[in-house]
């Protein structure tokens, strides 16, 4: 009898399914347990990462039409990373699209894997994020604080944790909703997103181009890497979650950091000719968005069992040096 | 022009629907305005009110089936009070049904005011209920606490909330979602709900009938009548709510008191005799139960807006008495 995972990655060609992805592969294993199967499926089609023996299917679909999280998960596969997701701005463009794709897609693959029968109960890993949180907020927020989402993503994410939780205490699947912090840097180009310039004003930079700060260097924000993002997603698919009850849904560990503060570890690591292409450029709509964005977490719910991100800043943009420009920076 | 409200209830025939229902007809108007119109629908055929002179539309069906929702709002109504559920322990004990009233049904009826135009934005009561919280809690639970709830009924009163709130934001209604405590004296019969007890208790020796007490007096719960719940929707109906901003979900005042407290409460009022109806049978499922239920709130937002409930046990007894015994015991 093999002991080996078959995993199910929704969202697989996102910019954090692909590095999960190359993670797993890298890897070759979870917590010791061999990885001989891995499923990835998106809207688009997922790369098929080099240096996988396994028996890989890989498949592009609109997972919130009928049949698709049945065929998700024909293989049962023992772990479901479930990333898929319409981003923050296209569910507030387009409120319909949103709620079809983040709620009832959800709901479609948590109502298979309950109704895929009694002795079919996988690992769960549902990516949740800071925007279920809204302000107004305390100096610092605690595990306990209410989810008051601002935005329709938001809604979103919060309705598929009440429902991953409610799953899981019916016995149907063993899950866990992970709530990611702003991730930073993110590679690729910049993007419309109001919280692009957290990433825009480093990644930029580091390779001699322009980049536009809309806010002040004061705004305070709660960040981790791409490489965290995925250690949280592994180390959840892992781990023993019984200590959580049935409270699934937790804030995931960052790093609380002022925009002035990641300025001036770029200064340390790239010099201040990279710090000068950074242009100021307020704007009041980013800005007034933004004021609404949580500080500063104590995640120690998530501290205790074991997740891990980054402690400073100059961590952070190793992280990016090392995975995104080949560890040096040409200067 | 008139100035008249149209008024729609959902779950009408419910003993909260049909307590609204005689209050409204009562007062003739809400916040000064006339009522001129009642839409009244259930899944039984609610009762037409006596007294009513405005125009009055009742009729029975199940609100999650298609078309329903729009029947629902056909006549555009100012104020819609969406009581109709399935109960908690029917929504435990069919898991899909639960799903299909209490998410869908609600998600259809705010899915068709979204859709009734843009210049329709119907202020929108709905009931939530302390079921979602969910233990572990801190002595007294403040405003900001997470919503864990440990039923499929709290869940997907929770999920409901979070679509009334998006909803809410962007402009589509202008809802709030009230949660009401434990009500108490519950008129009837008793039941085998597992909070059926709190109102067994007192209102079964008031008429000389026995009642079973499952738990230890010591036990602490959050009560308010059924008088005060009535209260909490006509006010929810007509008070202006920009002062919640986006969090539209708000417990609502009650009374802490432990389960002695009540017993003594019906001692003063209604002698010795009526206690000694009370037969103590503990039941460890029931006290487990009951164990995981909030016991304290510090409602500081719903008590900001007007929100009251009563202060001591013997107000709520007396309102029984008042409400559903015709004011005076037959000792």
């Keep these: 009898m093999s002991t080996g995972l078959h995993i199910l990655v929704t969202g697989a060609a996102g910019m954090i399914g692909r590095k999960l992805v190359t993670r797993l592969v890298a890897d070759g294993a979870i917590a010791g347990r061999p990885i001989e199967a891995l499923s990835l499926t998106d809207i688009i089609p997922p790369t098929t990462p080099p240096g996988f023996t396994g028996t890989l299917v890989s498949w592009a679909a609109d997972f919130s ?50 109704l895929a029968g009694e002795k079919y109960r996988p690992r769960v890993v549902f990516t949740s994020s800071v925007g279920a949180y809204g302000a107004p907020f305390p100096a610092v927020i605690d595990d306990d604080f209410a989810l008051t989402p601002l935005t329709s993503y938001g ?39 109001a919280s692009g310039f957290f990433s825009n004003i480093i990644r ?16 305070r924000s709660w960040l981790a890497s791409p490489r965290s993002a995925v250690g949280f997603l592994v180390h959840a698919a892992a781990i023993d979650l019984a200590p959580l009850g049935w409270r699934r849904g937790l804030m995931m560990p960052g790093l609380s950091v002022t925009v002035g503060e990641q ?69």
């Design 155 to 193: 809604t979103q994410k919060v309705m598929g944790e009440a429902l991953l939780c409610d799953y899981t205490r019916r016995g149907c699947m063993d899950g866990i909703a992970i709530r990611l912090p702003t991730i930073c840097v993110r590679p690729g180009v910049p993007n419309k997103a």
């Design 65 to 114: 039409q009928p049949g698709e999280a049945e065929r998700c998960l024909a293989g049962r596969p023992d772990i479901v990373f479930h990333l898929a997701a319409i981003v923050s701005g296209e569910a507030e463009a387009d409120l319909e699209k949103g709620y079809r794709i983040n709620l009832d897609g959800t709901r479609l693959l948590f109502d298979a894997i309950r």
């Design 263 to 331: 300025i001036a570890a770029l200064g340390r690591v790239a010099g201040e000719a990279a710090v000068k292409l950074i242009r100021r450029a307020p704007d009041a709509t980013i800005s007034a968005i933004v004021a609404g964005w949580p500080e500063r977490f104590d995640p120690q719910r998530a501290i205790a069992l074991g997740f891990r991100a980054e402690a400073t800043f100059d961590d952070i943009l190793k992280v990016h040096i090392d995975d995104e420009l080949g560890g040096t920076l040409l200067r």
């Design 204 to 219: 930029e930079p580091l390779v001699g181009q322009e980049a536009v700060l809309p806010v002040a260097e004061t705004v």
